[in-house]
Nanobody, 125 residues
Framework: QVQLVESGGGLVQAGGSLRVSCAASGVTVSSWTMGWFRQAPGKEREFVAAISWRGTKYADSVKGRFTISRDNAKNTVYLQMNSLKPEDTAVYYC????????????????????WGQGTQVTVSS
């Protein structure tokens, strides 16, 4: 029943902006800890950002450039990406974790129970 569907990925020039979305069903984003992860070819999946009732957390590499948010009415989580760099190129995944396991935004993938299929973000130089 739980489904996370990402959208909004695409090709953008370095320095540009892009917003990716995660539409959720079967899970209420306001009651779960939601996270964004990314994976580039040949590299390990890495933490990008997360949001819970206690606040937000960001990877050092994206602080000041990316912003995670949610629209409870639409049951959707967003990741606004500004000042994009070629190294941001990756498949971006949305994930959900039970709040009892991650009351504070968690950076570890194993904490998350549900995952979306991902959306490709490519930043050209």
């Amino acid at each position: 029943q739980v489904q996370l569907v990402e959208s909004g990925g695409g090709l953008v020039q370095a320095g540009g902006s892009l917003r990716v979305s995660c539409a959720a069903s079967g899970v209420t984003v306001s009651s779960w800890t939601m996270g964004w992860f990314r994976q580039a070819p040949g590299k390990e999946r890495e933490f990008v950002a997360a949001i819970s009732w206690r606040g937000t957390k960001y990877a050092d590499s994206v602080k000041g450039r990316f912003t995670i948010s949610r629209d409870n009415a639409k049951n959707t989580v967003y990741l606004q990406m500004n000042s994009l760099k070629p190294e941001d190129t990756a498949v971006y995944y949305c994930a959900a974790a039970r709040a009892v396991l991650a009351p504070t935004p968690a950076p570890t993938p194993h904490t998350y129970t549900y995952w979306g299929q991902g959306t490709q973000v490519t930043v050209s130089s």
